[in-house]
C-alpha cells in the first residue's frame, strides 16, 4: 500500500510540472503579444533526404504599434526562388515580390504575435525545465499537423523523432526552436526527412518598423481596370510570369518542381500544386476542390469529407489564383 501510494504521489507531481511548465510556456506566449516592438527573425528549413529536396524561408520581420515589414526570401535547392518585401501600415498591406508588380489591398488583421508554432497543452506529450529552458516533446498529431501545414499530405507517420525548446525571458517568450525527423508514407510513395524551425525576438520594445516612404508605384488591387483579352492575359502568362504550354494546351508555372500553378482556359479552372499534392479553384462555378472536399463559394457550402485543413487548403489555391491575376493587372478573368 505504501508503495501505491509513493507511486500515486510521483505521479501527481510529474502531472502538476508538467501542467507548470506548459503554463509557463502558454502564459509567456501571451505575453510576447504586448510588445510594443520587435525584430522577429525566424528560418525554417525542410529537407526529403530520398527526393533530393530542400527547401528553405528565411524571414526578417520588424513590428511596432501594430505595423510591420517582413522581408523574405525563400530558396529551393540552394537557388532562390521566392523574394517578397510585404508592409502593413495605414490600414493596407503592400507586397513587393520580385518580378511582379507592386500592390497593395486593405488590411485590418490583428499583427501582433504571429508565431506559427503555438500548441496546446493537448499538443504535446513530455515536457521538462532544465538549463533555464522548456522541453517539449510534441505529440503525433501535432507531428503530423507540421507535416501536412508545411510539406505534404500523409497517409501514414511511421515513425518520427522531435523536441521543441523555449527560452523565456522576464515571463516573455523569446525564441522557440522546433526539430522533427519522420518517415511517412504519402499514399503510394515512402518519404524519410527532417523540418527545422527557429523564431527569435530581439531588439525588443527598440525596434523601429521599416516604413514605406513612397508607396506611389504601388497599384490598389481592387482598382485595376479589367480591360484585357483572354488572349492578352495568356500573353502576359508567357512573356511576364514564366508560364509554358504544356501537350495538354494546360499553362503551367513550375517554380521549383514540386511547387507550381496551371491554368486551365478550357475548363475555367486554376490548380495549386503543392508537392504531391494538388487544390483546385473553377473561376467560372465558384468552386474550390481539394481530395474528397467540395466548397462552394457562392453558396458558401461544403460537400464531401472537409477537415478545416482541408478548407485552408482550398482557399490557398483560390487565393493565389488572385494573386496571379493581380501580376496580370487585373481581378477578375476575361470573358471568352
Given at each position: 500500500m505504501r508503495l501505491i501510494k509513493v507511486l500515486l504521489c510521483i505521479l501527481m507531481l510529474t502531472a502538476c510540472s508538467n501542467?507548470?511548465?506548459?503554463d509557463k510556456y502558454a502564459d509567456a506566449y501571451k505575453a510576447s503579444g504586448e510588445y510594443q516592438s520587435y525584430t522577429n527573425k525566424t528560418a525554417a528549413s525542410i529537407i526529403i533526404d530520398n527526393a533530393d529536396y530542400q527547401y528553405d524561408i528565411n524571414n526578417v520581420l520588424y513590428y511596432e504599434n501594430g505595423e510591420l515589414s517582413l522581408y523574405s526570401v525563400n530558396l529551393y535547392n540552394g537557388d532562390t526562388y521566392g523574394d517578397c518585401k510585404i508592409n502593413v501600415q495605414d490600414n493596407k498591406i503592400y507586397y513587393d515580390c520580385a518580378g511582379s508588380i507592386k500592390y497593395y489591398?486593405?488590411?485590418?488583421?490583428?499583427?501582433?504575435n504571429m508565431n506559427d508554432l503555438y500548441f496546446t497543452?493537448?499538443?504535446y506529450d513530455q515536457a521538462e525545465e532544465k538549463d533555464g529552458k522548456l522541453y517539449f516533446t510534441m505529440?503525433?498529431?501535432y507531428c503530423i499537423k507540421i507535416i501536412e501545414q508545411s510539406i505534404?499530405?500523409?497517409s501514414d507517420l511511421k515513425s518520427y523523432e522531435n523536441k521543441m525548446i523555449i527560452s523565456i525571458e522576464d515571463g516573455k517568450l523569446i525564441?522557440?526552436?522546433f526539430e522533427l525527423t519522420?518517415?511517412?508514407?504519402?499514399?503510394?510513395?515512402?518519404?524519410?526527412g527532417s523540418y527545422k524551425y527557429t523564431s527569435n525576438y530581439?531588439?525588443?520594445n527598440n525596434t523601429t518598423n521599416e516604413r514605406l516612404n513612397d508607396t506611389s508605384l504601388y497599384v490598389d488591387i481592387n482598382s485595376i481596370v479589367n480591360d484585357k483579352t483572354l488572349d492578352e492575359v495568356k500573353q502576359i502568362l508567357i512573356d511576364e510570369q514564366g508560364y509554358q504550354i504544356n501537350d495538354q494546351g494546360l499553362y503551367v508555372c513550375d517554380f521549383n518542381g514540386n511547387e507550381s500553378y496551371i491554368f486551365d482556359f478550357d475548363n475555367k479552372q486554376f490548380t495549386y500544386v503543392y508537392g504531391l499534392n494538388s487544390y483546385t479553384y473553377n473561376w467560372k462555378s465558384m468552386i474550390g476542390t481539394y481530395d474528397k472536399c467540395v466548397y462552394n463559394y457562392e453558396t458558401q457550402e461544403e460537400k464531401g469529407i472537409c477537415s478545416e485543413d482541408d478548407l485552408d487548403k482550398i482557399e490557398e489555391a483560390r487565393v493565389n489564383y488572385f494573386t496571379e491575376l493581380a501580376f496580370c493587372k487585373i481581378t477578375e478573368m476575361p470573358k471568352e
Amino acid at each position: 500500500m505504501r508503495l501505491i501510494k509513493v507511486l500515486l504521489c510521483i505521479l501527481m507531481l510529474t502531472a502538476c510540472s508538467n501542467k507548470n511548465i506548459y503554463d509557463k510556456y502558454a502564459d509567456a506566449y501571451k505575453a510576447s503579444g504586448e510588445y510594443q516592438s520587435y525584430t522577429n527573425k525566424t528560418a525554417a528549413s525542410i529537407i526529403i533526404d530520398n527526393a533530393d529536396y530542400q527547401y528553405d524561408i528565411n524571414n526578417v520581420l520588424y513590428y511596432e504599434n501594430g505595423e510591420l515589414s517582413l522581408y523574405s526570401v525563400n530558396l529551393y535547392n540552394g537557388d532562390t526562388y521566392g523574394d517578397c518585401k510585404i508592409n502593413v501600415q495605414d490600414n493596407k498591406i503592400y507586397y513587393d515580390c520580385a518580378g511582379s508588380i507592386k500592390y497593395y489591398e486593405d488590411f485590418d488583421q490583428d499583427t501582433a504575435n504571429m508565431n506559427d508554432l503555438y500548441f496546446t497543452k493537448d499538443e504535446y506529450d513530455q515536457a521538462e525545465e532544465k538549463d533555464g529552458k522548456l522541453y517539449f516533446t510534441m505529440s503525433k498529431d501535432y507531428c503530423i499537423k507540421i507535416i501536412e501545414q508545411s510539406i505534404m499530405q500523409i497517409s501514414d507517420l511511421k515513425s518520427y523523432e522531435n523536441k521543441m525548446i523555449i527560452s523565456i525571458e522576464d515571463g516573455k517568450l523569446i525564441s522557440q526552436q522546433f526539430e522533427l525527423t519522420f518517415d511517412a508514407d504519402s499514399y503510394d510513395a515512402n518519404y524519410q526527412g527532417s523540418y527545422k524551425y527557429t523564431s527569435n525576438y530581439e531588439n525588443i520594445n527598440n525596434t523601429t518598423n521599416e516604413r514605406l516612404n513612397d508607396t506611389s508605384l504601388y497599384v490598389d488591387i481592387n482598382s485595376i481596370v479589367n480591360d484585357k483579352t483572354l488572349d492578352e492575359v495568356k500573353q502576359i502568362l508567357i512573356d511576364e510570369q514564366g508560364y509554358q504550354i504544356n501537350d495538354q494546351g494546360l499553362y503551367v508555372c513550375d517554380f521549383n518542381g514540386n511547387e507550381s500553378y496551371i491554368f486551365d482556359f478550357d475548363n475555367k479552372q486554376f490548380t495549386y500544386v503543392y508537392g504531391l499534392n494538388s487544390y483546385t479553384y473553377n473561376w467560372k462555378s465558384m468552386i474550390g476542390t481539394y481530395d474528397k472536399c467540395v466548397y462552394n463559394y457562392e453558396t458558401q457550402e461544403e460537400k464531401g469529407i472537409c477537415s478545416e485543413d482541408d478548407l485552408d487548403k482550398i482557399e490557398e489555391a483560390r487565393v493565389n489564383y488572385f494573386t496571379e491575376l493581380a501580376f496580370c493587372k487585373i481581378t477578375e478573368m476575361p470573358k471568352e
